[in-house]
């Protein structure tokens, strides 16, 4: 799967609801850490949407235990429809076996850091975007705001990594950061994340339903690429009127 521009990813724990976020999301985000018999699923899905694989440890928010939780991730990137898997910065950082195995079943890497109480300076999340980068095809980083400067430092960090040519990701958890998953994609985020409707509760906190997140994204871009052609117009109407 190629991330030419954003891609809005409905998150859930189970794979036959595929159909009911089909015709608002681009990918499936299969949260196998809290997914009954989760390869079982993989075996019988025959879905249209391509697959984020998630199997998230205790440690960073999920569920998973550390036994066999990277063999299961690891058994999951071997099926066609899985054309993404998710892991930690950490895991990453001390496990590369792992991502070689992922590389050679031909999946893309997502690398993740998650920061569920504050964050960091701006310095650091350039920092941390980096080093995502540095393992995965794709940085993500979730960090926890305690105000709207958080949520647009966070922002400014996106456009950073975005501008330096990384493929990025990045979300403001909780209620102060929930607008960041609508206007993160103004900025060079290229995955968000939403969760079918009765699945709210279950995943990070502050995210917006599907159905409500899509609509949103797509009025935001559209906005934006206006104000973008009118910009243009008005740059070649002043160097005409320069020229005349």
């Not at 190629?2 to 189970?14: H, Y």
């Not at 920092?127 to 980068?133: N, T």
């Not at 966070?154 to 403001?172: K, P, Q, Y």
Request: negative net charge.
């Amino acid at each position: 799967m190629k991330l030419d521009g954003f891609a809005l990813a409905a998150t859930t724990n189970d794979l036959t609801r595929e159909e009911e976020a089909r015709e608002v999301a681009d990918v499936l985000e299969f949260r196998m850490d809290s997914a009954e018999d989760p390869i079982g699923q993989l075996s019988e899905y025959d879905g249209v949407l391509p697959i984020i694989a998630t199997n998230r440890t205790k440690w960073f928010g999920g569920e998973a235990n550390d036994t066999g939780r990277l063999d299961r991730l690891s058994a999951a990137s071997r099926f066609d429809a899985v054309e993404l898997v998710d892991i930690e910065l950490e895991t990453a950082r001390g496990m590369g076996w792992i991502l070689d195995e992922f590389r050679a079943n031909d999946v893309k890497l997502i690398v993740s850091h998650h920061d569920f109480d504050e964050t960091p300076e701006q310095d650091v999340l350039d920092a941390i975007f980096e080093q995502c980068a540095q393992y995965g095809d794709v940085a993500k980083v979730a960090t926890y705001p305690q105000s709207n400067d958080d949520v647009l430092r966070l922002l400014r960090a996106i456009g950073t990594a975005t501008e330096e040519g990384r493929d990025v990701a990045g979300i403001s958890m909780g209620g102060i950061g929930s607008h960041s998953r609508a206007v993160a994609p103004l900025y060079g985020s290229k995955l968000g994340y939403a969760p079918l409707a009765s699945d709210d509760s279950e995943y990070a906190p502050g995210q917006i339903p599907l159905k409500k997140l899509s609509p949103l994204v797509e009025i935001l871009q559209t906005a934006s690429e206006d104000v973008s052609e009118l910009d243009a117009l008005s740059e070649e109407l002043a160097e005409q009127q320069t020229l005349a």
